[in-house]
T-cell receptor, first 112, second 114 residues
Framework: EDQVTQSPEALRLQEGESSSLNCSYT??????LFWYRQDPGKGPEFLFT???AGEEKEKERLKATLTKKESFLHITAPKPEDSATYLC?????????????FGKGTRLHILP | KAGVTQTPRYLIKTRGQQVTLSCSPI?????VSWYQQTPGQGLQFLFE???????NKGNFPGRFSGRQFSNSRSEMNVSTLELGDSALYLC?????????????FGSGTRLTVV
């Protein structure tokens, strides 16, 4: 069964202190790995899709990378407005049952 | 353009009752998925609809059901509500159910069962 595990569950950083969030996945036939950001009281907001090992994507202070077993979301010089829950999700299998499975997320808190 | 609209935003129901939640996707999006989000379990997949057909379903009891209309709007229904059904129910839409189309989520319906 497809599984997504995110670590750490929670992370507190000082403003400007760079770090990485981890997403480990088990899926048969990865079709896409997704990163989302969720603010309290809102739905998740799409950040990136990665398709194959070695792929990287960047957006402002965020950079997502992908290997055959895990993905990292690197946050460079974060600001307080980057505080949110970051969710990783995968879509696998080349059949009708290609639902997207989410991890439980990493709660990131950036202290000013 | 307008985002994904979910109604109502908040709902309080009594155990044993039933509830219907509504989702209007972004114009042009034909795929609608529903998720249940709780602090302990995170986001759990309920079902996905595309062109009025249910494509797949998560591991939820038959009390959870849904449908999609010809204009792509979707509803989900929960019958015989239990306390454990209290959660944030999120609807997400995308053009097609393919990886190169990311989800756009609504703000959710917060359901409280008392």
């Amino acid at each position: 069964e497809d599984q997504v595990t995110q670590s750490p569950e929670a992370l507190r950083l000082q403003e400007g202190e760079s770090s990485s969030l981890n997403c480990s996945y088990t899926v048969s036939g990865l079709r896409g790995l997704f990163w989302y950001r969720q603010d309290p009281g809102k739905g998740p907001e799409f950040l990136f899709t990665l398709y194959s090992a070695g792929e990287e994507k960047e957006k402002e202070r965020l950079k997502a990378t992908l290997t055959k077993k895990e993905s990292f979301l690197h946050i460079t010089a974060p600001k307080p407005e980057d505080s949110a829950t970051y969710l990783c999700a995968v879509q696998g299998a080349m059949n009708r049952d290609d639902k997207i499975i989410f991890g439980k997320g990493t709660r990131l808190h950036i202290l000013p | 353009k307008a985002g994904v609209t979910q109604t109502p935003r908040y709902l309080i129901k009594t155990r044993g009752q039933q509830v219907t939640l509504s989702c209007s996707p972004i114009s042009g999006h034909r795929s609608v998925s529903w998720y249940q989000q709780t602090p302990g379990q995170g986001l759990q997949f309920l079902f996905e609809y595309f062109s009025e057909t249910q494509r797949n379903k998560g591991n939820f009891p038959g009390r959870f059901s849904g449908r999609q209309f010809s204009n792509s709007r979707s509803e989900m229904n929960v019958s015989t509500l239990e306390l454990g059904d209290s959660a944030l129910y999120l609807c997400a839409s995308r053009t097609e159910p393919r990886p190169n189309y990311g989800y756009t989520f609504g703000s959710g319906t917060r359901l409280t069962v008392v």
